[in-house]
């Protein structure tokens, strides 16, 4: 037999499926390679009664009686009530974070945000508040003024040059 | 609630209710589940006020975290969850199993426990304390994952699929825990047999 070492009673390649097939976990192919080879191989065959004889003795089990599980369920309805009156107060609290509510909360107040932002314009506005954008156009604005001034400078000195050219020809 | 009863309802609708706030709901599921639930808790502690104490509390836990259960998995792979967890929490914490026997728990329950004991079976009755204590200590050396695997098949008779699910891992290393959980039995209990 193959793989077999004197610590093992069943053949190493098959040790494991054996005891897949122990708690009836094998595939229908599985089955019948286990069950070929069973028949072939004592010690396999010795492995798998030893399972059989073994594991239920690992089994201990308790069986309370009907009183237990009344006074079980009892209990349990009374923690659940308690739990629920003390998660009660702060799950109120709370509420608002739930998940369907988190993005509707949010969008309202952007909303809300927007619509006094809309109605109020201007009426809160002081200079530190004023957008870089406009702050500065303010300081272009008297520029702008300036360049006008020089525009009719240059008038002036436009007229100036007609009067010495008519002085000129004058004379 | 609904029109139909709870007891009528399946696991799903029931999460749903409760996960509403219908508290009767979440107690169907505990009438559904409570002896499953008490059998792991005492596979694990092999005590009876400890598995009441444990399977109760993941009860209690897993209502107060109800809206984190997500509903394409089982209810009952999720609450088991909880529930093994809390017992390997428990042998972590250091809890010592006592490993009565039955017949010092027995000897227990006749000095006043309300609660009757199970009636011995013969088979129970055949195996000496010295038998149980040397199962239990041979169970108690297992590795956490390999133990908690082999307990849920060779105990509860789960499918290998859904010790995967109970405890998140491949139905692969499932398989490869219980085998080793076994080589490790036959070796320590060789005597037995």
Known sequence: MANMTPAQAACKEYEEDLVLYYYGEYSEKGRDRIQTHLKNCSSCSRFLDELRALLPLTVKIDEPSQPFWESYSREVRQKLAAAGEKTSWWEGIFSFLRPWRVPALATAMVFILALTLTLTKGTWRTRGDVPPKEETLLEVLPMAENLEFFKSMDFLDSLDLLEDMGESGVA | METSRPEELGDEKLVTLAQKGERK?????????????????????????????????????????????????????????????LCLDYRRRGQRVTWQSFEEREEKVAEGNEIAAAAPTPDRQAMSGEILRKIGAALNLLPPKQRTAFLLKNHEGLSISEIAKVMQTAEGTVKTHIHRAVTALRQSLAELV
């Open chain 2, 25 to 85: 709901a979440f107690e169907e599921l505990v009438e559904r589940y409570k002896q499953k639930a008490y059998r792991i808790a005492f596979d694990f502690t092999r005590d009876r006020e400890e598995a009441k104490d444990l399977s109760q509390e993941a009860f209690l836990r897993a209502f107060t975290h109800l809206d984190r259960f997500d509903q394409r998995a089982s209810f009952y792979t999720w609450f088991y969850r909880i529930l093994v967890n």
